[in-house]
């Protein structure tokens, strides 16, 4: 799946370098709410983002992701690893975005967790312009999105 998506990336969207795309593109984002009485209750300002975010809707164990980690490494960094950890803290980590739902088995042990998730879940979901969603789909039997 990781490699079809990173043909896809070149072949029909013209990203030459895929999954290992670093380029960058502008976005308004949102900044804090202003006056209430206003019609836009939000002040708004540009931010860059990279071009290709992904993500894994239902992270689980990180499989899609640790896969996507080594994909990129394998083929695009592994003759030249001297670069590798400046890629990755620069332009691999803050593409990778990964969600996972709230388990009703969790009680209250992992609420603060939960909640600290579920808000930059939210963040993400308003700001990021994400291009590649990935993962498994969901399975009928087992789960609440029939």
């Not at 949102?30 to 992904?54: F, G, M, N, P, S």
């Amino acid at each position: 799946m990781v490699d079809s998506v990173d043909r896809i990336l070149k072949d029909f969207f013209q990203i030459k370098k895929g999954l290992a795309d670093a380029s960058m593109t502008r976005k308004k984002v949102r900044t804090q709410k202003t006056d209430k009485r206003t019609t836009d209750r939000y002040k708004y300002t540009e931010a860059d983002h990279h071009r290709v975010q992904i993500l894994d809707p239902a992270t689980g164990t990180g499989t899609f992701l640790a896969n996507i980690v080594d994909y990129i490494y394998t083929n695009n960094f592994k003759q030249n690893t001297g670069i590798w950890s400046e890629y990755v803290n620069e332009h691999l980590i803050p593409r990778l975005n990964g969600f996972e739902e709230e388990h009703p088995s969790s009680g209250q042990l992992f609420d603060n967790w939960l909640s600290n998730e579920a808000n930059q879940a939210s963040q993400v979901k308003r700001d990021t312009p994400i291009m590649c969603v990935i993962g498994n789909p969901p399975y009928s039997g087992e789960s609440s999105n029939k």
